[in-house]
């Protein structure tokens, strides 16, 4: 049986992907922003784990969403910390997806480019780029980091289109995250698709709320 979503995906000429949570495990991220940030902390700070923990979940609450959020410099300044060296101690936790490397192999044979939009920081992609083969696949890659505007705001898209040549009426566009997901539909990207499934953790399922869905990218081919 050919898969629900098979004419979306031969009418597409851009294939447009989110990485953490579509591409790559998200499990690293949430390592990352809730255990190994909060621990290097609690040592420089000399505070306790958990101190640190409420501490960074604090200042996280407060700019959810937006630039500062995704962007190290932001968290650098105000806890100067190394954040690239802590990601790069720790990046052989950083993995595909289950199905994600095979997926984007067949993706990248077809006649489509692969285009990865991420609000991942440039300096911390990098360091995943370097630990998971990724890029090798996909044509192009731009972080909101490097736009100015995150991709939960239309001037993200606007810019993002324009950056490569993108008609958002022949794209298709998966992200796990909801918000984002809206903000590409109302961009004009009517082929979003919210995952579902951003870890190998299948206790944790995103509550599917877009008109379109998909468990994982591998729900494409
Ligand atoms: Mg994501």
Redesign the pocket.
């Known amino acids: 049986m050919r898969n629900l979503h098979s004419n979306i995906v031969t009418n597409a000429s851009d294939i447009l992907l989110?990485i953490?949570?579509?591409i790559l495990d998200?499990s690293f991220d949430n390592l990352f922003w809730q255990e190994l940030i909060p621990l290097k902390l609690s040592i420089s700070k000399n505070i306790s784990l958990e101190e640190a923990k409420l501490e960074i979940k604090t200042t996280a609450s407060k700019i959810y969403g937006t630039l500062p959020w995704y962007e190290l410099e932001f968290w650098e300044n105000r806890y100067d910390i190394d954040f690239l060296s802590v990601a790069a101690e720790h990046s052989s936790k950083i993995n595909f997806l289950p199905n994600a490397e095979q997926t984007l192999n067949q993706l990248s044979s077809l006649d489509k480019r692969i285009i990865l939009l991420t609000n991942c920081d440039p300096r911390l992609l990098n360091i995943k780029a370097g630990s998971v083969p990724f890029m090798q696949y996909v044509d192009g890659c731009i972080s909101s980091v490097e736009l100015g505007v995150v991709k939960e705001h239309q001037g993200f898209w606007s810019k993002a289109f324009r950056y490569f040549n993108i008609n958002p009426k022949f794209s298709l566009f998966a992200?796990?995250?909801l918000y984002v997901v809206n903000a590409a539909v109302k961009a004009g990207i009517e082929n979003s698709f919210q995952v579902l499934e951003?870890t190998s953790n299948v206790n944790i399922i995103n509550e599917p709320e877009a008109i379109l869905t998909i468990r994982n990218i591998g729900d494409l081919i």
Do not use: E, L, M
């Open positions: 989110d953490d949570g579509v998200q992200d796990d995250n951003p």
